[in-house]
């Protein structure tokens, strides 16, 4: 039985995680956090998932339920998810980090952090995604010097990152398969007389509306022909899905920094 402490539990995801958690018959939700000034904090998380069950009640900071923990889900922000890192490697527990908007200063800590914490971060738990993060590694290679390469992704009107995490990592895989350099090659917004599209560029475009879930389309465009991969998010069960799946994985492991394609056994498919 893996224990469970979730993170965030009342947000689009987490309230997921929770929900499917609590149905699986090997994890055990023993905690739940949320920010200080939530209305659930200090109610149970049956109020929330509908359950009713009455053991474990919504704390405002994760010190004060670590302990009952195996391993953390966290569907935060950026920032929360540092400072949790930080208090599970302390008590050198396990995390699974699904939030997006890192700097780069906050990376470096993450990675310095996982010498003494087991954590698998990724901008998307999907396994369809992870999947697609291969399938466009391969393309890039065999493509990418002849067929320009742009990524178009879409999300809900309320997430306040863009790109997205998803959409940033595609492009580091693009670059990196085609030998490019995405801080010089990647092109974020176009308008007005920009000129002719140069060879290296990587366009990633962000659109914002509604509430979609999430999309993600990478379009190799030739002469006399262009190829399109898309990953279409219809809900948010399988972000919670991947996330239980790698709280299950990440226990077994050694201290260490890894992401999905770890989980899912993709790294050395790529």
Same mark, same amino acid.
């Given at each position: =039985?893996?224990?469970?402490?979730?993170?965030?539990?009342?947000?689009?995801?987490?309230?997921?995680? +929770?929900?499917?958690?609590?149905? /699986?018959?090997?994890?055990?939700?023993?905690?739940a956090v949320e920010q200080a000034d939530h209305p659930l904090v200090g109610t149970h998380i049956g109020v929330n998932s509908g359950t009713g069950n009455p053991g474990v009640i919504v704390e405002s900071d994760l010190e004060h339920c670590i302990d009952n923990g195996d391993v953390i889900i966290d569907f935060t922000n950026h920032a929360a998810s540092v400072e949790h890192?930080?208090?599970?490697?302390?008590?050198?527990?396990?995390?699974?980090?699904?939030?997006?908007?890192?700097?780069?200063?906050?990376?470096? @800590?993450?990675?310095?952090?996982? *010498? &003494?914490?087991?954590?698998?971060?990724?901008?998307?738990?999907?396994m369809g995604v992870n999947i697609m993060f291969n399938v466009i590694a391969s393309v890039a290679r065999i493509l990418g010097n002849d067929y320009d390469m742009e990524i178009v992704e879409a999300h809900h009107r309320l997430k306040k990152d863009a790109p997205s995490g998803t959409a940033l990592k595609m492009a580091r895989i693009l670059a990196?398969?085609? %030998?490019?350099?995405? &801080?010089?090659?990647?092109?974020y917004h176009r308008q007005g007389m920009i000129g002719e599209r140069s060879r290296d560029?990587?366009?990633? @475009?962000? +659109?914002?509306?509604?509430?979609?879930?999430?999309?993600?389309?990478? =379009?190799?465009?030739?002469?006399?022909?262009?190829?399109?991969?898309?990953?279409? /998010?219809?809900? *948010?069960?399988?972000?919670?899905? %991947?996330?239980?799946?790698?709280?299950?994985?990440?226990?077994?492991?050694?201290?260490? +920094?890894?992401?999905m394609g770890d989980v899912l056994g993709l790294a050395n498919l790529s």
């Amino acid at each position: =039985m893996v224990k469970v402490i979730i993170t965030g539990v009342a947000g689009r995801v987490g309230s997921r995680i +929770l929900a499917l958690a609590l149905e /699986a018959e090997d994890v055990a939700v023993v905690g739940a956090v949320e920010q200080a000034d939530h209305p659930l904090v200090g109610t149970h998380i049956g109020v929330n998932s509908g359950t009713g069950n009455p053991g474990v009640i919504v704390e405002s900071d994760l010190e004060h339920c670590i302990d009952n923990g195996d391993v953390i889900i966290d569907f935060t922000n950026h920032a929360a998810s540092v400072e949790h890192l930080k208090i599970v490697a302390a008590h050198h527990k396990s995390i699974v980090i699904g939030s997006t908007g890192f700097s780069e200063g906050e990376h470096s @800590q993450i990675k310095d952090m996982t *010498r &003494n914490a087991k954590c698998v971060l990724s901008p998307n738990m999907s396994m369809g995604v992870n999947i697609m993060f291969n399938v466009i590694a391969s393309v890039a290679r065999i493509l990418g010097n002849d067929y320009d390469m742009e990524i178009v992704e879409a999300h809900h009107r309320l997430k306040k990152d863009a790109p997205s995490g998803t959409a940033l990592k595609m492009a580091r895989i693009l670059a990196d398969s085609a %030998g490019r350099d995405l &801080n010089r090659d990647a092109v974020y917004h176009r308008q007005g007389m920009i000129g002719e599209r140069s060879r290296d560029e990587i366009g990633i @475009q962000t +659109l914002r509306g509604g509430d979609i879930v999430g999309e993600h389309t990478v =379009m190799f465009a030739g002469v006399g022909e262009r190829l399109e991969i898309t990953h279409r /998010a219809h809900n *948010r069960d399988n972000f919670a899905r %991947g996330a239980i799946l790698a709280a299950r994985w990440v226990v077994h492991q050694p201290f260490g +920094l890894y992401d999905m394609g770890d989980v899912l056994g993709l790294a050395n498919l790529s």
